[in-house]
């Protein structure tokens, strides 16, 4: 079970990259400290920001790109 949970503020579509053409902010693997970006939540055409909000090495994304993401949501397990 991860340590650390990063949970979607808001409702709308999970994207892992900041465009289609663009790598994605962190892959399973990587270090993250708090609030450094690790995605994004589109909203009528409006693109936020998702921050960690804690430090650790990513274990998951649970919810995959471009699907719909409710708030309060796990987007990202850290260990």
């Not at 990063?6 to 579509?13: A, D, E, F, L, N």
């Not at 430090?55 to 409710?70: H, K």
Request: aromatic content about 6%.
């Amino acid at each position: 079970m991860a340590k650390h949970e990063v949970k979607s503020p808001i409702p709308g579509t999970f994207y892992r990259k900041p465009a289609p053409d663009q790598p994605p902010f962190k892959e399973v693997g990587d270090t993250v400290a708090k609030g450094d970006t690790v995605a994004i939540v589109e909203v009528m055409k409006s693109f936020h920001e998702i921050k960690s909000d804690g430090d650790g090495n990513i274990t998951a994304f649970p919810i995959d790109d471009a699907e719909p993401v409710m708030a309060g949501q796990t987007i990202v397990e850290l260990d």
